[in-house]
């Protein structure tokens, strides 16, 4: 059974903080990872890839792999209020696009 | 720009009736899945298609049916609703290149089966 696990939360960090939410993957030959943020009421939205090992940069936006930990992270430096929402981690571990598996979601709080 | 529509946006049934949601995208992506987000089990795949014609079972395809008869509508219905059955739908499309591995969501149809 694949899985993707994340620490539902809620994280509260203040304004100007970072961020650090975390993710966790039982398949190891999983190949790619995404996390998406989800607004409430609202449907997800794509915010970062990454596929290789190391850290990929996006802005204020840090993903982190490490396959052979089987774990993936994301940092949000500056962090503001807008930033309140929950945050997807999804894997494609089959290379096909019906091969996406989401976590259940970390609810980031982020307070003024 | 319409993008990916569903509807309807709300709908409120009753166990044993037939419900249709209905997705239509404008970008002509080849992909389209149908997924359903339940508090506790997070996004779950009920059916996706590769093009006009290919449809296949995700995670949870019991109880659902699916057809694409035309690249831009993805149906999707649920011949004999069931409380179980109460979620909110996203219909979500994606081009044939999946360089990015990136969704395009709906904005979800919240379903409730009473």
């Known amino acids: 059974q694949k899985e993707v696990e994340q620490n539902s939360g809620p994280l509260s960090v203040p304004e100007g903080a970072i961020a650090s939410l975390n993710c966790t993957y039982s398949?190891?030959?999983?190949?790619?990872f995404f996390w998406y943020r989800q607004y409430s009421g609202k449907s997800p939205e794509l915010i970062m890839s990454i596929y290789s090992n190391g850290d990929k940069e996006d802005g204020r936006f840090t993903a982190q792999l490490n396959k052979a930990s089987q774990y993936v992270s994301l940092l949000i430096r500056d962090s503001q209020p807008s930033d309140s929402a929950t945050y997807l981690c999804a894997e494609n571990y089959g290379g096909s696009q019906g091969n996406l598996i989401f976590g259940k979601g970390t609810k980031l709080s982020v307070k003024p | 720009d319409a993008g990916i529509t569903q509807s309807p946006r709300y709908k409120i049934t009753e166990t044993g009736r037939q419900v249709t949601l209905m997705c239509h995208q404008t970008w002509s992506h080849s992909y389209m899945f149908w997924y359903r987000q339940d508090l506790g089990h997070g996004l779950r795949l009920i059916y996706y298609?590769?093009?006009?014609?290919i449809t296949d079972k995700g995670e949870v395809p019991d109880g659902y049916v699916v057809s694409r008869s035309k690249t831009e509508n993805f149906p999707l219905t649920l011949e004999s609703a069931t409380r179980s059955q109460t979620s909110v739908y996203f219909c979500?499309?994606?081009?044939?290149?999946w360089g990015t591995g990136e969704l395009f969501f709906g904005e979800g149809s919240r379903l409730t089966v009473l």
């Open positions: 979500a499309s994606s081009p044939a290149n």
């Open positions: 298609s590769a093009a006009a014609d």
């Open positions: 398949d190891r030959v999983s190949q790619s």
